[in-house]
Nanobody
Framework: QVQLVESGGGLVQPGGSLRLSCAAS????????IGWFRQAPGKEREGVSC??????YYGPSVKGRFTAARDNAENTVYLQMNSLEPEDTAVYYC???????????????WGKGTLVTVSS
């Protein structure tokens, strides 16, 4: 069974940084692509990144500001978010799927999400 647990959300000022964590089993991280998605109030879900082995993809609105990386020792995939803007305010979800193919359409397994609020 695939279980994903997000953490690290909170309140941050515009221009600041935050790092989200997605904890999963080593087996999950070895066998699945890990994606980050977000959904702001009243908006559609948006793909943020997909990480699978050496392949990493980013959504256009976060490219150059967000970085996804895996920590094998911690069995965690991180999402480092820099230069945050109020438009980045959303619930951020970690997800898993067999691959990053068509990742922005959605994934098979989902975490419960963590709220990120960017405000002064």
């Amino acid at each position: 069974q695939v279980q994903l647990v997000e953490s690290g959300g909170g309140l941050v000022q515009p221009g600041g940084s935050l790092r989200l964590s997605c904890a999963a089993s080593a087996s999950t991280l070895d066998n699945y692509a890990i994606g980050w998605f977000r959904q702001a109030p009243g908006k559609e879900r948006e793909g943020v990144s997909c990480f699978h082995g050496r392949d990493i993809y980013y959504g256009p609105s976060v490219k150059g500001r967000f970085t996804a990386a895996r920590d094998n020792a911690e069995n965690t995939v991180y999402l480092q978010m820099n230069s945050l803007e109020p438009e980045d305010t959303a619930v951020y979800y970690c997800a898993a799927d067999p691959s990053c193919t068509a990742w922005q359409l959605g994934m098979k397994f989902w975490g419960k999400g963590t709220l990120v609020t960017v405000s002064s």
